[in-house]
Structure formats: structure tokens, C-alpha cells
């Protein structure tokens, strides 16, 4: 579950008019399946894509209580698993076995999920068929003989929705109350429930079955949601955000703690149903995916698409819990009002520790806000007045590297909400993401609160307020101490400034504040904030014609939700410091700019930093002591003379580029003598790549000797980098953060903006076939790296070449990238 990340799963269908008693139909049927596989393979491959290697057998056999139209409940335990077993070895023969199978080694290792039951409860019924299936499908006696002693099974599978509407009624069980929804998964006992045991956790599920299976069969549950179709008919106290039915936020919390089940079982896979659908024909019943199908403007808008809380809860343990897996306990210490206390009622953390840090995930259920504290060692200590989440991380590898052992919150649990804690390997704290129910009535995603020191205020301000402003400023204006509404857009015009001083500015949506040529606007520790999500302001626009003086100025502010805080066109001058911007697309864009200083900023939340473009030659200007944190690119410059431009000091953790330099004519940064005193840390690659990509003018970097570990990968600049004599001292702006990168999941990026590099099979003994598509024209090459960044083979490859095969001799990981001087991907290879 934790580390295989996202792999396709095809199904391969039954059909239900096989002949019971006949085994040669079963086996015509396999012998169509062999060729559905063996074509989707092929089929893959012609298009430079990965084949499919798992593979799932049918689709809940025991559905309805029949086999093939057999009931199965009537019959004893082993006659119930040879039903499902004969289609099973039949579809596994054909593929693997019969006449050698059409298996071919270059795919990969098959992985075979079955047998996919409707519901573990509604076949074991406490009896042991789930035993006797399993014996079944792995070859245990008395079966050796029969199943020649071979799996036919790697990764045992079955169902789980714990609620659902119309079918709940109908046997007498009443719906499920919010209580019920929070207990189900550790305390069933006595809940309602359709597809799920009402006796015990679902972990004790998951032990069983691991106690059947031999260690080399994992365990998955391939569909799981809260239910599986919305409430039509009122059973359901309602299907809203607020209730507790698919589309509700407390289902994402449900999905959040499921997955924490999962990791704490050792399941191998965990898949929820369904990603999107749902359609007006069915009345939209079974728009339980995690995005939206439902026209209905109740229902998020009406946005078609538009992301769940089952969306933004699965997002935020996929992205983020790929270490090791702990379960805190929480201790109330009488805070009132008292959360209930037994089977992590209502307050429930889980926590994945890796050397990169902690990662802790809090789900308040309950409808109260409550101050918080946090234990690393496991030590019980509390503190009065805040709930205690206590974890013990001391068998750990990474917990010696740890220098704080406790935490107490600076911001409050809020009601009916979901946060993540981030941590640095010594335990220091880093950032803090809050999503509510509020936000997510807002049709809003997971809001970041704090960033070591700098809180960024949760306050939901109500957008357009009566009285506020808008229209033409001509003559000088001030506003200080004031709290100001902004309901239309304003434009500055002559020679006149705008100055918000001291002051909070709520900016109604897709509203803006734009100067003329010769006048200013200044914003001096001020708070200028726009409605959340989708009604987002635009920002502040600076038209400019290279008059002389500083035309904008931010000092000591906060800037939040808008588009694009600061746009320029032509300006002359500009300062921004020691203030914090946060969500939104690009945080600063400067178009033919003359002169800046951007210094001492947190960026955040944002797909781009900072974009500059046809920055006029001959100008000082500096990026100076700036934290960027986690943006896709934190700079980009395209046919820029940044000749006199100094990148200094800035802490930059990016997911694509720290970088991103085209066409541009930029300055060495640091010299000879004094690094540039940059750090990059990528957070979406274990191994740093892309901390400079530059094209246009030569260039050089200059590292610091404590920088030396950092800057020994292969790929992490196009451009000359040179160890300077010494490392620059930076002011500590931001805690520093000198620990390994964090495990990560899959890398998202489009497609058709990259060049496609396909090497597999993956692992394999030393020979790879390498795909090659979507190459533009240029001078290409195919590297190998070993781990510690030296060369292992490079060759030319040609823009038209679709595929060449590339062979390694040692065993060991190694990275492929194919490169040009404006592309580069990687991927990372296994020899075994």
C-alpha cells in the first residue's frame, strides 16, 4: 500500500452463462481471457505504455448469494470454495500455465488479485469459508494434489462498505447515526452495518485473513467507501457535506482512517470506489466518487468535477504517509467540553515517521475546537487545558536524530476537522495544513495555516461587504488601523499613491487594485485577503512606462487567495519584504521590469514563486533570504538579462524546477571566494534533480563545501557548478532544514510537456527495452547514474527513435534520463 503507489488493475470478467457442470466451458472461457490479456499487453507496448501486471479475477463471485447461479450458502464450506476456485486455476492455467502460457518475462512479475468477495462477512459468516477458499487458492492441504501445491493468488482480496441506504432498511437495520459512522472501524459492536462485521474492527478482519494465508499472499481490499449509493429515499438523515453519506465531509475523514487501518494491517492494497460516476439516468445515486457528477448546485456548486473530501483526505495520506506507520493515543486531560474517551473516539492521529521527518494526521470529529499537544517518546505527558495526542516513536531508526520531543499546537484542532502536522527529522515543526467542513461547504481545498513561526490567519472573511470601495484614485490616499472593503476594482491614476497601512483589506472576488503609469501603491503590515477557493481577487497591477522612483512597495504583510498578488508591466523599481503570500497561481509576475528586490518573503502554495520576463539588461536586482515552499517552479525567467540579478540565501522546495531559466542571460551566482548560499530541495524526488535549468546565456553556480553532499547528484543543474572557497552565511530566516528529502509517491506532470521515456521491464536482470516518444527535435542523450551520481554509459539518441535496449552488468539501482539542453526526465531502474 505504502509502496508500490498507484498501479493499474484490469478485471477479468466471468461470464455467468458458463455451464456449472461442465469444465471444458471453463476452460473456453480462460482461453478468451489469455487473449484479452495477451492483446492489452501488446496493445500497450505499440504505444510506448507500461503493461498491465495485475490482474483481478472477476468481480464479487458469492454476489446475491449465488456462484454461477449455484447458491453457495447452502452448501458446506468446501463445496462454496470450489465453485470460486475452478474459474480462478481455469483464467491462471491459461495465462501462465497451459502450453507455457502467454506470459512473457519482459512484462514484469504477474501479480493476481482474487477472489474479490461482495463482503467478507456475508461469505465467512463466522463459519471459516474464508479458510477453506484460501486453502483453495494456495495449495494447502488437502489440496496440494489438486492445485499441484502453486498460488493462484498473490494478494487475497474482498469488499468493504460499512453503510448503505435502501438495502439497511430493508433488512431492519436503522441508518447510520454520525456516532456510528466515527465507530465503525474500531468500534463496530452493536453499529449498523451492511457489508461488514458487526462483532469486531476491521483490523481484526484483516488479522484473520493474514492468519490463513502463507507470508508470501498479501491482503487488499479493492472497493471500499462509505457506501455505495447515495440516499434517494430519506434514510439517510441527509446525503449533504454535512451528513453522513458519500458526498459528506466526515466520508473523507472515513477514508483518511480506513487508509490508516490498512497501513497498520499491512495490506497490500487498498482502492476506493470510485474515482468518478453517476449520471442523471439513476438519479445521481451513485455519484459516490471522489468527484462530482451531480449538475444539482447543492451539491459543490453544481461544479461537474469538482473534488470531495474523499478527494483532498485520500490526497492527503497518498502524498504524504510513506514512512513508517504509527497510532497515536489521545488523552482529554478534562478540557472542556470533554471529548468521549473510549476507542479514539471523535480525535483520532496517526503519524508516519521516515528519516526525512514526522508526518501526523489529526481528525477531529466533534463539533468543539480544542488546543492541542503533542508527544514524540510516548511519555503520556500532558499539559492542562489542551488534549494530548501521545506517540511513541523511540523504536524507530529515525527517532535518534530527534532534539524535540514534544509540540503544543499554536493554532486550535477546529470543529469537524482534519490536520497535518509536518515535522523535520529533528523533530522541529515545519507546516501545518487545516481542512474543515467549513471549507469544505466552501468547495474550498486543505488550507495551509502555519509555517514554522508565520501563522497565517484562518479567519474566513465574508467577501463584499457593504460600504466598500471601488473606482478611480487620483489624488493621494491613506488608510491606517482600518479594516477596508474592497467591492469593486480600483485604479490609481496620475500621480497619485494608494498606501494601506496597518490595516485589514477584504477583497470581494475577482476584484483588483491597478496603477497607472507614475502612480503607487504601498501595503505596510497589512493583511490583504480574498474569499477562499474558487472566489479568489485578482491581485495588484502595476502599469509602469520606467518612471523613475519605487512605484510598489510591500513591507511586513500578508497577501492571501489572490490569483496573482503582483503583476508589473514596465516598472522601474519595486520592493517586496519580510512578507507572506499564499494561494494562488503565480505570486509575483514582472514583465519588462527595470529594477527589484524581493527579500525575506514566504511564498507559498503556489504553482510559481516568482516570473520575470524581458527583464531589461543592466539593472541590480536581488532574490534575497526568500523561503519557497513547496511550489511546482519556484522562479522562472524566459529572455530575461538578469546579468546584474543576484539569487541569494533562499531556502527554495519545489516539485518541478527550483529554476526554471530559458533564453536568458543570467548572472554567476556566488564566486570564487562565497557561495550563492541557496538551498534546493526537491519534494517530489528522493533523489535531487532540476535545482537550475538554464538555457541561453553560459552561466556558472557556486556552492558551499557544506553544500558538497547536496550538490554530488548527476541532474540537479545544466550548468557548470564549482565548489567556491566558502559558504556563504545567511541570515536564519527560516529553520533550517539540513535533513534527507522526503519518500514520496508518483511525480505529476503533463504529458505532452515532457518527453516520454518508457524503460522496463522494471526490475529485471540487467537488459531493459527503452521507449522513447514525444521527442522534439535537438541533441539527445540516454545516461546511466548509479546512486552516487557517477557515470555508468551515455549515448546519442536520435529525435525519430522510438525504442533501443539498454543493458547494465551490476546489480544495484540506477538512474536513466534522457536529456537535451531543454529537457530532461529520469527514471529510477532496479537490476536484481
Known sequence: ???????????????????????????????????????????????????????????????????????????????????????????????????????????????????????YDNYNHGTGKVNELIKQLTGQAPYGTINDIRNYINIFSWHYYPFN???????????????????????????????????????????????????????AITEANICHINDTSGFFANDSITGTGANSFIAGQFWAEMMSVGMEGGMKILNFWSSIEGQSADGYRTNVGFLNTDPDPSKFGGTLGAKKSTFYHYKMLADHFHGNFYRGNYIHNSVSPTPP????????????????????????????????????????????????????????????????????????????????????????????????ETEALANVDPQLRQVGTVVIKPTVIACGMPGGIGGTINSNTTFINDTVSVNSN??????????????????????????????????????????????????????????????????????????????????????????VFVNGITAVDL????????????????????????????????????????????????????????IICNQVMYKQEGIKSVGT????????????????????????TDYLDHTGTATKYYYGPAQTAAFSFPLVMNVPIIMAAADRVCPILFAPLACPPWIVGIEEQAEETKPNLLVYPNPSQGEFTVSLSNLPKGNWSLTVYDVLGKLISSQKVDSNMESTTLRISSKGIYFVSLQSSDNRVTQKVIVE
Not at 476491521?202 to 499472499?217: C, F, G, M, Q, R
Not at 508527544?375 to 495526542?389: A, I
Not at 539593472?619 to 543576484?646: G, P, Q, R, W
Request: charged share 20%; proline share 4%.
Open 341 to 436: 474517551t473510549t476507542y479514539f473516539k471523535g480525535i483520532k492521529t496517526f503519524a508516519s515517521m521516515e528519516p526525512a521527518g514526522i508526518k501526523i494526521v489529526v481528525l477531529n470529529q466533534h463539533d468543539f475546537a480544542y488546543d492541542f499537544h503533542v508527544n514524540f517518546n510516548g511519555s503520556g505527558t500532558n499539559v492542562s487545558g489542551r488534549v494530548t495526542l501521545d506517540f511513541n516513536f523511540s523504536s524507530d531508526p529515525s527517532y535518534a536524530g530527534l532534539n524535540t520531543f514534544m509540540y503544543d499546537g499554536v493554532l486550535a484542532l477546529p470543529r469537524r476537522s482534519t490536520t497535518l502536522l509536518v515535522f523535520d527529522c529533528d523533530g522541529n515543526f515545519v507546516s501545518r495544513t487545516d481542512y474543515t
Open 165 to 219: 441506504d435502501e438495502s439497511q432498511q430493508l433488512i431492519g437495520i436503522a441508518a447510520p447515526t454520525r456516532e456510528n459512522v466515527i465507530d465503525i472501524l474500531q468500534k463496530p459492536t452493536g453499529v449498523p452495518r451492511y457489508m461488514t462485521s458487526n462483532s469486531r474492527p476491521l483490523l481484526a478482519d484483516i488479522n484473520e485473513v493474514k492468519s490463513y494465508l502463507p507470508s508470501t499472499i498479501g491482503v
Open 1 to 119: 500500500m505504502q509502496d508500490n503507489g498507484m498501479v493499474p488493475m484490469l478485471t477479468l470478467p466471468l461470464n455467468e452463462d458458463l455451464d456449472d457442470d461442465n469444465d471444458s466451458t471453463f476452460i473456453l472461457a480462460a482461453n478468451q481471457i489469455k487473449i484479452l490479456v495477451k492483446e492489452v499487453n501488446l496493445g500497450l507496448i505499440a504505444r510506448a505504455k507500461l503493461p498491465v501486471t495485475h490482474w483481478v479475477y472477476s468481480n464479487e463471485p458469492e454476489e446475491g448469494g449465488k456462484i454461477l447461479g449455484v447458491p453457495i450458502h447452502g452448501y458446506d464450506n468446501t463445496d462454496a470454495a470450489k465453485w470460486i476456485h475452478r474459474y480462478i486455476k481455469a483464467y491462471y492455467d491459461a495465462i501462465i500455465v497451459t502450453g507455457g502460457g502467454i506470459w512473457q518475462t519482459s512484462w514484469g512479475t504477474p501479480v493476481f488479485i482474487g477472489p474479490e468477495l461482495y463482503g
Open 490 to 579: 480600483i485604479l490609481v491614476t496620475g500621480t497619485a499613491k494608494l498606501s494601506f497601512i496597518n490595516c485589514l483589506v477584504v477583497m470581494a472576488p475577482s476584484t483588483e487594485i491597478k496603477a497607472n503609469p507614475q502612480a503607487s501603491i504601498e501595503v505596510i503590515n497589512s493583511t490583504m485577503i480574498g474569499c477562499e477557493g474558487t472566489k479568489k481577487w485578482n491581485g495588484i497591477v502595476m502599469n509602469g512606462n520606467y518612471h523613475a522612483g519605487l512605484k510598489l512597495l510591500i513591507q511586513n504583510s500578508f497577501i492571501i487567495n489572490a490569483i496573482t498578488p503582483v503583476t508589473s508591466v514596465k516598472l522601474g523599481d519595486l520592493k517586496i519584504t519580510g512578507s
Open 591 to 646: 514583465d519588462r521590469s527595470e529594477m527589484f528586490s524581493i527579500s525575506g518573503n514566504l511564498f507559498a502554495a503556489f504553482k510559481t514563486g516568482i516570473n520575470t520576463t524581458k527583464t531589461k539588461k543592466g539593472y541590480v536586482s536581488n532574490i534575497k533570504e526568500n523561503l519557497f515552499y513547496d511550489l511546482e517552479t519556484a522562479m522562472k525567467f524566459l529572455d530575461d538579462e538578469h546579468n546584474k540579478l543576484d
Open 665 to 688: 542571460d543570467l548572472k554567476e551566482q556566488g564566486t570564487a571566494t562565497l557561495s550563492a548560499g541557496n538551498e534546493f530541495i526537491k519534494t517530489t524526488s528522493f533523489i535531487p
